[in-house]
């Protein structure tokens, strides 16, 4: 690592030791009603979603990107805000090659058991360090691990923010087989659907044949806002 790199990862720790420190005492209790329901599937009829969720895996995103890149597709990769911090040069990277970035809250926690508070704190923070590094302002949120209740959709709409679940789930965290995650990702496809997966080893053995199969399928992988609609995008 060159003294530029090591320069910039402690800066972007100091930055989001900052937001934390500062976005933990903001908030005040407060009770929330809930709105809305999270999307999980989209409108387009010729178009769907490879929704990447990133908090680890680091290591197999460049593979991912070379994929995307030979077929010369555009998808949305979910960021978790603490390794955001952690991993600025490659979030760097996906931005640079075209692909929507999402919030993916900022230590992972399970939002069906957090409050309305912790809930827009975990979104928030992961925006702030997010726009910090990209100057990207983010509008889609994808809960870890698919866990929200009523205060993590209140919380996400009045940041400006769209649930997203998915329609179709690879489950390639857990079960590493190549074979199984092509099958789960394709076998009901079609157009609207958001698939979900994770930089994976067998993810990324499988993705080029999952990209391929929706092609013959005539459907266009596209960013999930896209799949969605506009329409559905608070600005």
Not at 53 to 71: A, S
Request: charged share 25%; hydrophobic share 40%.
């Amino acid at each position: 690592m060159t003294k530029k790199s090591i320069g910039s990862l402690v800066s972007n720790i100091v930055i989001c030791i900052v937001v934390v420190a500062v976005f933990a005492v903001s908030f005040a209790p407060s009770a929330q009603t809930v709105s809305g329901n999270p999307i999980t599937k989209g409108t387009a009829k010729d178009k769907v979603s490879l929704m990447v969720n990133v908090y680890w895996g680091t290591e197999y995103i460049p593979d991912m990107l070379e994929i995307f890149r030979k077929y010369n597709i555009k998808t949305t990769f979910f960021v978790g805000g603490m390794w955001a911090c952690e991993n600025d040069d490659m979030l760097e990277k996906i931005y640079a090659d075209g692909h929507e970035i999402g919030n993916h809250g900022y230590y992972h926690k399970d939002h069906k058991k957090i409050d309305y508070n912790r809930n827009k704190e975990e979104i928030e923070i992961t925006h702030k360090v997010v726009d910090k590094i990209l100057n990207y302002e983010m509008r889609l949120f994808a809960p870890p691990s698919g866990s929200y209740g009523e205060n993590t959709l209140k919380a996400a709409e009045d940041l400006g923010y769209k649930t997203i679940m998915w329609t179709l789930d690879t489950i390639d965290w857990r079960d590493k087989d190549e074979e199984l995650i092509i099958k789960r990702a394709t076998d009901k496809i079609s157009g609207g659907a958001l698939v979900l997966m994770h930089p994976t080893k067998c993810t990324v053995a499988a993705l080029e044949r999952i990209v391929t199969i929706i092609m013959q399928k005539g459907l266009k992988v596209a960013p999930v806002s896209e799949v969605i609609g506009s329409s559905q995008i608070v600005l």
